[in-house]
């Protein structure tokens, strides 16, 4: 995924979250009810994040763990397009 695609997809996530928290917002005043509660929305920003920077840092980890991990692997495939389509199937 190039870094493009993932401004888009950025993007594109933002703006459908914060128009479901707008629609929520708007749906509660017409209603007249309390189904909004901008502390809920801080707590859900706050745990994305949370979980983005932890997917980040341990992304690395992971790639070295799997590095390390390769050199036991009792047969190794050769990088070729059957055995990659056959690997996919």
Sequence with gaps: ???MDLDVAVKT????YFSA???EVLFSLWNKKK????SDTFVN???GVIAVAFRFLTKGLWLALWIYLYQ???????ESLPAWIILFL
Excluded: E, R, W
């Design 13 to 16: 996530f933002l703006a459908i």
């Design 1 to 3: 995924m190039s870094t």
């Design 21 to 23: 928290i707008l629609i």
């Design 72 to 78: 036991f692997a009792p047969f190794k495939v050769s």
């Design 35 to 38: 189904y909004y509660d901008i």
């Design 45 to 47: 920003l706050s745990l």
